[in-house]
């Protein structure tokens, strides 16, 4: 599981090669993919109808799907209008980052305690990619390996609540970053490093990985502040 992990796709579905799909299942990440990477934008209006066509599958698993995003927030139901992709205000991304801010630091404090020395080690090649992408210049694929860093660590953590609580708050994290890229001047200011992370994981110092984590977090919302 560790080596394949890295290599998935941002909202895309992990399953044995043998393991049926439901088609609202396939439908909710084929739709969740398309709303992260910005194909339905922020804003766009959803058609049932549209989108079953788009997909090629039928409107009823699509609606399941649809009604499973306005509930993880991807999509706004809107009385009297529909629903609609939903916006990346200022007020919304606050309250993005307040939710990594309760979520995230703890995970780190986990992972010291639960996974293996050799887990850390790919953890740890996985978060030296991170940083090597961010000293490129290469900001979309910088977005794209981070987010899969930090899924990966909250697969580590082992926890059926919070693992999928924590890939869910990276793919919000990851649209609203990508957005930022294409409205808005990002620059290398905006990409930090993992070295303290990686340094308090190699000696599992829970409070050290708490206080890394909460240090990225806090910095990154001053950053998107900046930006606003």
């Given at each position: 599981m560790p080596g394949k992990s890295h290599s998935r796709s941002p909202g895309e579905v992990l399953l044995r090669p043998d393991a049926p799909i439901?088609?609202?299942?396939a439908a909710y990440h084929e739709l969740r993919a398309r709303i992260v990477d910005l194909t339905l934008p922020p804003g766009e209006m959803v058609n049932e109808l549209q989108l079953s066509k788009a997909l090629g599958i039928g409107r009823m698993p699509v609606r399941e799907a649809v009604a499973r995003l306005a509930l993880e927030r991807f999509i706004w139901v809107i009385p009297r209008r529909g629903m609609v992709v939903a916006s990346l205000s200022l007020n919304e991304v606050l309250s993005l980052m307040e939710?990594?801010?309760?979520?995230?630091?703890?995970l780190a404090r986990e992972l010291c305690g639960k996974a293996s020395d050799d887990e850390l080690d790919k953890?740890?090649?996985?978060?030296?990619a991170v940083d090597e992408a961010g000293d490129t210049g290469d900001y979309l694929h910088f977005l794209t390996i981070?987010?899969?860093a930090h899924v990966r660590l909250a697969e580590l953590v082992r926890n059926p609540f919070l693992g999928p609580l924590a890939e869910s708050l990276s793919l919000h994290n990851l649209r609203f970053w990508r957005y930022c890229h294409r409205e808005r001047v990002?620059?290398?200011?905006h990409i930090q490093r993992h070295d303290a992370l990686l340094r308090a994981l190699r000696e599992r110092d829970s409070e050290a990985a708490e206080r890394a984590v909460r240090t990225l977090l806090e910095t990154a919302r001053a950053s998107l502040q900046g930006l606003f």
């Amino acid at each position: 599981m560790p080596g394949k992990s890295h290599s998935r796709s941002p909202g895309e579905v992990l399953l044995r090669p043998d393991a049926p799909i439901r088609a609202s299942e396939a439908a909710y990440h084929e739709l969740r993919a398309r709303i992260v990477d910005l194909t339905l934008p922020p804003g766009e209006m959803v058609n049932e109808l549209q989108l079953s066509k788009a997909l090629g599958i039928g409107r009823m698993p699509v609606r399941e799907a649809v009604a499973r995003l306005a509930l993880e927030r991807f999509i706004w139901v809107i009385p009297r209008r529909g629903m609609v992709v939903a916006s990346l205000s200022l007020n919304e991304v606050l309250s993005l980052m307040e939710a990594r801010l309760a979520v995230e630091p703890g995970l780190a404090r986990e992972l010291c305690g639960k996974a293996s020395d050799d887990e850390l080690d790919k953890l740890d090649d996985l978060f030296k990619a991170v940083d090597e992408a961010g000293d490129t210049g290469d900001y979309l694929h910088f977005l794209t390996i981070d987010h899969q860093a930090h899924v990966r660590l909250a697969e580590l953590v082992r926890n059926p609540f919070l693992g999928p609580l924590a890939e869910s708050l990276s793919l919000h994290n990851l649209r609203f970053w990508r957005y930022c890229h294409r409205e808005r001047v990002v620059t290398v200011q905006h990409i930090q490093r993992h070295d303290a992370l990686l340094r308090a994981l190699r000696e599992r110092d829970s409070e050290a990985a708490e206080r890394a984590v909460r240090t990225l977090l806090e910095t990154a919302r001053a950053s998107l502040q900046g930006l606003f």
